[in-house]
C-alpha cells in the first residue's frame, strides 16, 4: 500500500463544474503539499497547510489530521486548470513522499 | 528570474555513458532537494541537502548516483554508467529552513538513455 494514495487517478470535467481530488496519507507528516503540474514538466506549490482550510481563489485545499485525509477543491472549473494534481506529505526536512497525481482535464 | 534553474533542460545519452545535472536553486534557500520522477508517476525522493551537508538519500540512489552541493548553492547530480531505466525527468526543489517551508521547484531535466 503506498503512504500516499490519490482519487481519482483521472478526471474529466466540464467547464464550469466544481471539482473535488482527494488524498489519504498513512504516516504521521509536519505539513501537507498540493501541487499542479502542466506538461513539460514544471511544478508549481498550491498550497501548503497542517490544519484547517486555505483558499487561493478559486481554489480550496483541506485537511484532517485526525482523519489523514486531504481534499482539493476546484471552483467554476475552467479549462486552464486542466492539468495533474499532486499531494505530497512532508516529513523530516520537509523531505515529501508524493502521490500518483490526478490527472485533471477540464473541457470547453 | 530567481527561481529554481536546471539544466540541462533536456539530455539524450546512449547507455553506459555519464551524465551530469545542474541545479541552482533561489539564492537565499539553504535546503535543496532532488526528485525522480518517471511517466505518469509521482516524483520519488532522492536527496536532500542543507548547506553543503547531504543529510538523506534513498534507496533509489544507487551507487551510480552520487550527488554534490559544494558550497551550498547550486548542487549537481551525476549518474555514471546511464542504463535505460534511469530515464526519468530529474527535478530540483528549494526551500528556506526558517520558512513556511514551501518548495520551489525547477523545471526539471529530463534523461533519455538510448
Known amino acids: 500500500k503506498n503512504e500516499v494514495e490519490q482519487s481519482p487517478q483521472n478526471l474529466t470535467a466540464q467547464e464550469g463544474e466544481f471539482i473535488t481530488i482527494n488524498c489519504s496519507y498513512s504516516?504521521?507528516?509536519?505539513?501537507l503539499h498540493w501541487l499542479q503540474q502542466h506538461p513539460g514538466g514544471g511544478i508549481v506549490s498550491l498550497f501548503m497547510l497542517s490544519s484547517g482550510k486555505k483558499k487561493h481563489g478559486r481554489l480550496i485545499a483541506t485537511i484532517n489530521i485526525q482523519e489523514k485525509h486531504s481534499s482539493l477543491h476546484i471552483t467554476a472549473s475552467h479549462p486552464r486548470d486542466s492539468a495533474v494534481y499532486i499531494c505530497?506529505?512532508?516529513?523530516?526536512?520537509?523531505?515529501?513522499?508524493f502521490g500518483g497525481g490526478t490527472r485533471l482535464m477540464v473541457k470547453p | 528570474d530567481t527561481g529554481v534553474s536546471q539544466n540541462p533542460r533536456h539530455k539524450i545519452t546512449k547507455r553506459g555513458q555519464n551524465v551530469t545535472f545542474r541545479c541552482d536553486p533561489i539564492s537565499e534557500h539553504n535546503r535543496l532537494y532532488w526528485y525522480r520522477q518517471t511517466l505518469g508517476q509521482g516524483p520519488e525522493f532522492l536527496t536532500y541537502?542543507?548547506?553543503?551537508?547531504?543529510l538523506e538519500k534513498s534507496r533509489l540512489l544507487s551507487d551510480r548516483f552520487s550527488a554534490e552541493r559544494p558550497k551550498g548553492s547550486f548542487s549537481t547530480l551525476e549518474i555514471q554508467r546511464t542504463e535505460q531505466g534511469d530515464s526519468a525527468m530529474y527535478l530540483c526543489?528549494?526551500?528556506?529552513?526558517w520558512g513556511s517551508g514551501e518548495l520551489f521547484f525547477g523545471e526539471g531535466s529530463r534523461l533519455t538513455v538510448l
Open positions: 505530497a506529505v512532508g516529513g523530516a526536512g520537509n523531505m515529501l513522499t
Open positions: 541537502f542543507q548547506n553543503e551537508a547531504q
Open positions: 526543489a528549494s526551500s528556506y529552513r
Open positions: 504516516v504521521g507528516i509536519s505539513a
